[in-house]
């Protein structure tokens, strides 16, 4: 199975080919006991971005972007080692960073400063 390694955690997490980066993040999550993407999801619809990872290494063992993430991405000005992922799949192995994790214990605040 696809490896994939989520930083700055350095967690290895074996996930079945066709995973969602998504659905191993919250797995991940799990591990640490820390909220990976803080604020409300759109589930996949490429409305709310909150889901966008930096893609470290193995961009291309990576389902390709879609047209509809692609234009997310434009909109919120993000780099093309950026993916969505909610939209992502993981195909091979694959190294990505949690742009600002936070404990649960902190989310309550979190979601207050990012929905004032
Ligand atoms: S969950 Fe909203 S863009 Fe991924």
Do not use: W
């Amino acid at each position: 199975m696809p490896q994939v390694v989520f930083l700055p955690y350095d967690l290895r997490l074996e996930v079945p080919r066709g995973t969602s980066l998504l659905a191993a993040a919250d797995e991940a999550a799990e591990m640490v006991d820390d909220d990976f993407f803080v604020g409300e999801l759109c589930e996949g619809r490429h409305e709310c971005g909150n889901c966008c990872v930096q893609i470290v290494e193995g961009a291309d063992a990576l389902s390709p972007v879609t047209e509809s993430e692609r234009k997310l991405l434009t909109e919120l000005g993000r780099g093309p080692d950026t993916r969505t992922a909610c939209t992502a799949r993981v195909c091979g192995d694959v190294t990505v960073r949690i742009p600002n994790p936070v404990k649960h214990a902190e989310r309550g605040r979190a979601q207050m400063q990012a929905h004032p």
